[in-house]
């Protein structure tokens, strides 16, 4: 009896303890060790490898019917992505080496024996880089045994040169360099990640795109186009150095247009002798902006009260500040003058006179207002200002120079910033280039920034009068269109001598900025030429804006102010 017992317990004994032994180890891998088997598992399902997205592309618009307002139109690409391939060989795979290199040698243009010099390498060779996609289909379509192709990605500009300091470029080591691309890398560049390839089962998990986003550009290509061919036009004509021309919305600051002379082809970029040449002026060069500044000044007395637009001055001719003389352009005397008079004839000492009517404290404070003491924040890589720190603390003299744009710097695009506030009642605006970003389904446009007004809207109204006498019957006549009324000014300033004191006496910056229609602006424009063979603004800056102007106004179809005779 007992030994039938002890059997029976015995088998039970041993099935206990391997029961126990497999939960034991099955607690001890699904419990314990479960994140470590479960790493395992999906090691052996999934692989994983580095990936980098694509570069986001640069578009900008037509803006025909909108006049300026947005981008909806045809759309131009300016920067997008390339596909490139490279061919090589695996030389132990080539069955005849001879037809090898007599195929390829037809199809690249090249000898036979410099397609066999290629293969002597006993296993790998490369025999030729930069294959497009439809060269490559080709040459698919010979089926070589040992031949391989890579590919490469790289940035291509459509446009060439077009807008070409503004778009700035990527560079060997794959990042953007100047201009938008600079300014907008950490946006536009494609995003590092692991691609982790599943076997077995997989589930439709949402993948986060690794592309860089979109930028669609404020720029009109055909507002930009005319503008580069005028200035190219301008080097024809009257032998300009550089120049720069900028076009925007003075509403909003939206910029339609920034041209600069001389380009170079974005796609050709490395063959470039001098770096100088991928500056942007428009945002990255200072110069003496000379007559273009008096409305600022005659602003300032009109805003404080000081003067009204048909007070009187009379000129000399010249103006004594201590010990030093100033003398209008010219030598010019012109007698009894309006404050709008000083405007239309550019008297010097007319502007040096408004400007002592304030204090240099409240002359300088307009300057700070104005934005012409820091950067304007346009979304371009480099922008450079001045502070005019050495105006603050400046002498009578310097105050007076100042007054009609001598001794002291600004940008280009600083001077527009400012003509936007008197165009446009008064408030100043952040200039822009980028209209809006784009990522996937997302879009993020870009909000106009505009201050509260920095002059009254009375002033403004008032210096844009006195700058469409300017245009009427002022020096600035050559800038009339039929039909409409412009607000205009010209410029002709003294060049300064680089780390030294005194000016050039053969080089001028001549300019002419203005506004249309004057008292419903569509559109402001600044000429600058960098020395013209010309002697004043009006005849070189003058007709160029003239020229835009009238483009634009058919271009996006402006109703005229008044009607004239045919």
């Avoid at 039970?12 to 303890?17: D, E, P």
């Avoid at 419990?31 to 598992?41: F, G, R, S, T, W």
């Avoid at 669609?216 to 061919?229: G, K, M, P, R, V």
């Avoid at 070189?540 to 271009?555: G, R």
Wanted: proline residues 3%; neutral net charge; glycine residues 8%.
């Amino acid at each position: 009896m007992w030994k039938k017992n002890w059997r029976t317990t015995t088998v039970l004994a041993v099935f206990f303890l391997i029961g126990a032994a497999v939960i034991s180890r099955l607690f001890y891998l699904q419990v314990l060790n479960h994140k470590l088997y479960q790493a395992h598992a999906l090691g052996q399902q999934a692989g994983f490898q580095e990936i980098k997205g694509a570069r986001g592309n640069i578009f900008c618009a037509n803006s025909q019917d909108s006049k300026g307002a947005s981008g909806n139109e045809e759309i131009k690409s300016m920067a997008i992505n390339r596909d490139l391939w490279t061919l090589s060989a695996s030389v132990k795979e080539i069955e005849n080496k001879e037809l090898f290199a007599e195929k390829l040698s037809s199809y690249f243009g090249e000898p036979k024996d410099f397609v066999l010099s290629k293969l002597e390498n006993d296993s790998y060779a490369v025999l030729k880089k930069d294959i497009s996609a439809e060269q490559l289909a080709e040459i698919k379509n010979m089926k070589l045994k040992g031949l391989y192709w890579q590919k490469s990605s790289y940035r291509y500009y459509p446009q060439e040169k077009l807008a070409s300091q503004v778009v700035g470029f990527v560079g060997g080591n794959e990042e953007g360099q100047y201009g938008l691309e600079g300014f907008y890398e950490e946006i536009v560049k494609g995003k590092t990640g692991i691609l982790e390839d599943k076997r077995g089962i997989t589930t439709d998990e949402a993948q986060i795109s690794l592309d860089g986003s979109n930028l669609y550009l404020t720029i009109d290509c055909n507002i930009q186009f005319e503008a580069e061919s005028l200035l190219k036009k301008a080097k024809e004509k009257i032998d300009i150095q550089s120049g720069q021309i900028i076009v925007i919305k003075p509403d909003s600051g939206r910029v339609v247009a920034m041209a600069n002379y001389p380009l170079f082809d974005l796609n050709q970029y490395s063959k470039e002798q001098s770096m100088e040449i991928f500056q942007n002026s428009a945002v990255q060069k200072l110069f003496e902006p000379g007559s273009i500044m008096k409305p600022f000044t005659m602003a300032i007395s009109l805003n404080e009260g000081k003067i009204g637009p048909d007070d009187t001055f009379t000129d000399a001719g010249f103006i004594k500040i201590g010990k030093d003389v100033i003398y209008n352009f010219d030598h010019q005397k012109y007698g009894q003058r309006t404050m709008s008079g000083i405007l239309e004839k550019s008297i010097n000492t007319g502007a040096v006179y408004v400007s002592q009517l304030v204090s240099h404290d409240t002359f300088f404070d307009y300057m700070k207002k104005f934005g012409f003491t820091e950067k304007t924040g346009i979304d371009l890589q480099g922008e450079v200002s001045s502070r005019n720190e050495e105006l603050r603390k400046g002498s009578q003299m310097q105050y007076a120079t100042a007054s009609f744009g001598q001794g002291i710097e600004l940008t280009p695009i600083q001077i527009v910033r400012g003509f936007c506030a008197i165009a446009n009642g008064g408030k100043l605006i952040k200039p822009y280039v980028v209209e809006k970003i784009t990522h996937d389904q997302d879009e993020v446009p870009t909000n106009p920034q505009i201050s509260n007004p920095v002059i009254s809207e009375k002033t403004a109204t008032e210096v844009t009068k006195m700058m469409v006498n300017v245009v009427e019957k002022g020096f600035g006549d050559q800038a009339k269109i039929q039909g409409y009324y412009i607000a205009g000014k010209t410029g002709t300033a003294e060049v300064a001598i680089e780390n030294g004191k005194g000016y050039y006496s053969d080089r001028t910056i001549q300019s002419f900025i203005g506004f249309a229609p004057a008292y419903n602006p569509q559109f402001l424009i600044l000429v600058k030429l960098d020395n013209p063979k010309v002697p004043k603004s009006s005849l070189s800056a003058a007709p160029i804006f003239k020229d835009l102007a009238q483009y634009i106004i058919n271009y996006w179809h402006i109703p005229p102010d008044y009607e004239t005779a045919e």
